[in-house]
């Protein structure tokens, strides 16, 4: 079903030109760029090649090449170790907002100058301002989803789904996936349980923990990009995951995978956001790059690629997304739950104080040890 793209048309290059004329140069320019895995139009299966297209675009504007080097990472604790380490130097990071918000805290991130940005003003306002940014002054929303439940319909009997108690049912013990990060594997325990996913109090997270240590039994393997293969192919049969990447293993199950979802009754809200951390060495560059993540052809060709829900109304509100993605695929990705803001400042992941935080790892070393 992703929608099949031809190459950058010259509506993109009119709809950029509004892009800082500074950013251009003589010399090659690098741009560093880090990102969840399957999180971007790449080329395949018909679709645009949104990095190949920045950078074409790039020289035909301002008659100078640049390289984009992307690299993915696999969850936000992995990033955020990567960036803290200082080993390597990025100009452009996609977190999600509770990591955000930590990188904020921890002076990580660069104010932007949305003067660079003009696309910004196609952000929905029910995206401006959240808890994790509240001045809007670090952030561009790239996507934003709901986790839920994906199950093989050939192994798991519908009268077992529709709540999490489906990751603990003992009848599907080794065909079960958890998060490999302790925020959502944690999380999902304690939604199930109606626990404050962002309380202060150590017995909460000690009783969510226990919650995990009474599932691992049942658990085949705990992962996060791996869960692609193996849930496409039938090696296991019931996961917790990002409800837009249930629709890309849609699209590779084998045939004798029959993969469905829901969402529980109580579950993460969450926005991942474009940020520019301390160590770019080329601000203007950045957010020209944002700036091009925003414009229609590649905000749709991306939201298409990757399934997940769009900020953008480029996106949301346009004719032949909405037709090219199809009645129930929109009815997962957009769901009618009345105001999303609402239902985000009441589900959605805070950063926790140092303490907690310190807490939390502990418990999940515990877990992952013994």
């Keep these: 079903m992703k929608k099949k793209l031809s190459a950058l048309a010259l509506a993109l290059v009119l709809a950029l030109s509004l892009c800082l004329t500074g950013c251009g140069g003589s010399d090659t320019l690098t741009l560093n760029v880090y990102n969840w895995g399957e999180y971007?139009?790449?080329?395949?299966?018909?679709?645009?090649?949104?990095?190949?297209?920045?950078?074409?675009?790039?020289?035909s504007t301002y008659g100078q090449k640049v390289k984009v080097n992307y690299s993915t990472y696999a969850?936000?604790?992995?990033?955020?170790?990567?960036?803290?380490?200082?080993?390597?130097?990025?100009d452009v990071v996609i977190p999600s907002d509770y990591m955000i918000a930590r990188m904020e805290a921890e002076d990580m991130l660069l104010p932007l100058n949305y003067d660079n940005i003009p696309n910004y003003q196609y952000i929905s306002e029910d995206f401006r301002g959240l808890y994790y940014d509240p001045d809007d002054t670090y952030t561009v929303p790239y996507t934003y989803g709901i986790v839920g439940v994906i199950y093989n319909a050939n192994v798991v009997d519908e009268a077992d789904t529709g709540s999490w108690d489906l990751m603990w049912n003992p009848k599907y013990?080794?065909?079960?996936?958890?998060?490999?990060?302790?925020?959502?594997?944690?999380?999902?325990?304690?939604?199930?349980?109606?626990?404050?996913?962002?309380?202060?109090?150590?017995?909460?997270?000690?009783?969510?923990?226990?919650?995990l240590v009474d599932q691992r039994p049942l658990v085949k393997s705990y992962v996060m990009d791996e869960i692609y293969n193996m849930m496409e192919s039938g090696e296991?049969?019931?996961?917790?995951?990002?409800?837009?990447?249930y629709f890309t293993m849609c699209d590779a199950q084998a045939d004798s995978v029959d993969l469905q979802f829901y969402y529980p009754e109580n579950t993460n809200y969450f926005i991942d956001a474009m940020c520019i951390p301390t160590s770019c060495r080329d601000q203007e560059l950045a957010e020209c790059f944002i700036n091009f993540m925003l414009s229609r052809e590649a905000a749709v060709a991306n939201a298409e690629y990757i399934y997940y829900a769009s900020p953008n109304r480029l996106v949301?509100?346009?004719?032949?997304?909405?037709?090219?993605?199809?009645?129930?695929?929109?009815?997962?990705l957009y769901p009618d739950i009345g105001s999303f803001r609402d239902a985000y400042n009441r589900s959605a992941y805070r950063n926790l104080d140092q303490d907690t935080l310190t807490y939390v790892n502990s418990l999940w070393e515990t877990l992952k040890i013994n």
């Design 40 to 59: 971007i139009s790449d080329g395949s299966d018909g679709s645009l090649d949104t990095i190949h297209a920045f950078e074409d675009w790039y020289e």
């Design 75 to 90: 969850s936000n604790e992995d990033m955020y170790a990567k960036l803290k380490s200082g080993a390597v130097s990025y």
């Design 173 to 211: 013990a080794g065909n079960i996936l958890q998060f490999n990060n302790a925020r959502d594997a944690l999380g999902t325990a304690m939604y199930r349980a109606g626990i404050d996913v962002n309380t202060t109090d150590h017995a909460d997270w000690q009783q969510a923990l226990q919650a």
């Design 236 to 245: 296991a049969a019931v996961a917790a995951y990002y409800a837009g990447d």
């Design 316 to 332: 949301y509100d346009d004719p032949e997304y909405i037709d090219d993605m199809g009645e129930d695929t929109m009815a997962i």
